[in-house]
């Protein structure tokens, strides 16, 4: 499959490498759409010098294969259907973690790949293997929105520990992603209304 790979400040090689194997309790998602964050920009700009890295954690793909533990779970997306992802790597055993902050995990990367790239999302490629855990169906959005689930679900959560109820009248400043998901979401967004 094709990957991209940023080596250094303002390069970024195109890869040909294996699809990745998945275990027993993975699914392979073929990817439809990927974002660009701030964490790519930053690594493009040479703000973040983690080299070489597998970016791109705002993914959305299509079930091609599951491990036979994942297909026994009772809400595992089919294959061919369109999930979300969450493609972030996290330590799962830092302070932050164990207290279920794991956006703040200490180990900002994930493991060495095949290719020698350092996984942060790893979803600049046409393939990714992940935990079931960490995959969501969409139903029949649109791909390139549905990329969108990892910023919309971090807006949400800041707004759930903001503390915020639907209703509440909020300033947002900003204009980009997340500001925008922010705007409508005290009014419509049900996780922060149900708190
Ligand atoms: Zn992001
Ligand atoms: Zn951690």
Known sequence: MRTAVITAAGQVETREIPVPDIGDS????????CGICTME??????????????AGHEISGWVERIGAKAAALEDMPAVGSLVALDGL?????????????????????????????ITMGAGLAEYIALPASRVWSVGDADPAVAAMGEPLACVVHSLRRGGFRAGDRVTVIGAATW??????SPRSSRPVASR
């Open 26 to 33: 993975e699914v392979l998602v073929r990817i439809a759409a």
């Open 89 to 117: 790597p996290r330590c799962g055993a830092c302070r932050s973690c164990r207290r279920g902050q794991t956006a703040i995990c200490v180990a900002l990367q994930g493991h060495k790949r095949e290719d020698g790239a």
């Open 179 to 184: 500001a925008i998901s922010t705007s409508p």
């Open 41 to 54: 920009a930053n690594l493009y700009a040479g703000r973040m010098t983690v080299y070489p890295a597998a």
